[in-house]
């Protein structure tokens, strides 16, 4: 199995590496690809479970409605097929694989794709099954396919080192050639959660910490982690849990602009009540100093 | 003045140029720079109100706070000086100018960045004012500047055509050496609101036409603008006023996750009521019936 450090120069439009396995490499058949770990089942296309997202899935021409543009690929649901025929004889549920790949939309985590030789697509290997990296589930929705029975298609974006634009200016064909008042996008909503963030998320079972809302989704409950003093330049905060807040979306906007800070003894100002702390969750009072500040809130000692 | 037909061939990574100007035009003075309308205040760094944003600003090296890496700026606000020295004396206050740039980080809408000759920076031009082409307002907070009193920071990121990629990945400089569980970032929401999407959250005063909550941030209020037919490929939906809605952060998911659907008697399923609609926004029955689709509802006649 081909392996490769993960470790090396970055360049601008360079496909991200999963940690162990090299984009390009290709197998002879499915039970290769399945000793690779890169997909395990030997049958099904979809890897992962409605908890976790999906790991990982196979093009391989089984569905007449998959299209494949290389770096954008949509992906059509399992089930509803005769056996037999191979021809779609019910309506698609949003249940295993499918919503594994809708989890995998909700948590932003990347999923593995593989071509397989029997895929129609100019983009398919001539034989066996090749590996082509990292995908992003950026949406999913229910249509009536050729067939005329529901499925479940998936929308998933390659993924590159410096962050994918996965915008609707570069869908709409017209980028820097509108003026920016007219230009056709709106809020964009890119979840990239960190494994930090999503442990703390799972502390909380994705209750806002500032307001207790819960948000569900079809295929799941759904929170974010906000960072409490910012990743990025100048404030360099770390990906830390000690650093992280799990929150409704609502008031992430408000966090993030600091119109909802956390005082020492936990009380909010900007919202009602104390933020909610789960006992093993040791939030640093250091960056929520910093958090303050950034709101012109300065301690006297 | 330099004119420039906005029409041409798309490149990747191209500054976006506003309407009329040719981004690196030099003017000799601040009168000329103001006569071409690219900034029209004769003194002040920032033009604009915190109604509307800033239209535009001036690096001029008048703040010794200043930051300045060409595509990324940290810019100061104003205000807190003395007129002879030049120095800060007071803490700068969120009016004003400060207002105004505070408010198109909420609203997104790109500010035109011109440098001076006096800028303290390698990027500023030798002679004159240059134009510098668009800018968005990313981040702002408040810190004790050099002087030891509180000033007022902004973050501005250049435009690039196909979207500027405004990621924590890009900054923390591990892009693509780390593995994506690894990855130093978080939800990212971009505000890039069309006019149409501005209009309607000023019919609705910012209150979500779901379930009516108002986000309040410092510098104004803050809602999003949904479209009930996406914008992306495959759905194609048109940035058309019947095509938009008003809504929170918390229901813009829920909405695009089709979690919330909306019947054709305006009652929600997945929310509690009806879509509060303004007399004078028409909605498109069509749209929303696309919307429904998407969620594997179909309508039967």
Redesign the interface.
Known sequence: MPKKD???C??SR?P?R??EWVIGAIFANRAELAKSGIHTPLQAGISGSGATGAASIVLSGGYEDD?DADD?I?YTGQGGRDQNSGRQTT?QV?IRGNLALARSR?T???VRVVRGHTLHSDYAPTEGYRYDG?YRVV?Y????GKSGF?VYRY?LRK?Y???E?E??????G??????????????????????L?REIKKLYRDACQFCG?V????AGR?S????VR?????HNGP?SKDNILCV???C???F????IVVREDMSLIGSKGKLRVHHSHKISRKHLEYHR????I?DHD
Chains 1, 2 share one sequence.
């Open positions: 993960v470790r090396g970055v360049m360079k991200i999963d940690r299209e954008t949509v309506d949003l909700d932003g985590v990347p990292l949406d929705w229910a249509e009536q529901l929308r993924c080192s410096g962050g634009v915008s609707d200016e570069n869908e709409s017209t980028a820097g050639t509108t003026p920016p008042e007219r230009r056709q996008s709106t809020v964009q909503r890119i979840v990239r959660d960190t494994a963030g809302t948000i569900t989704l079809r759904y974010e982690a906000a960072h910012p990743l990025g330049r100048p990906d409704c979306p609502n992430h906007v408000r993030d602009d600091r119109s500040s950034l709101a012109g300065v």
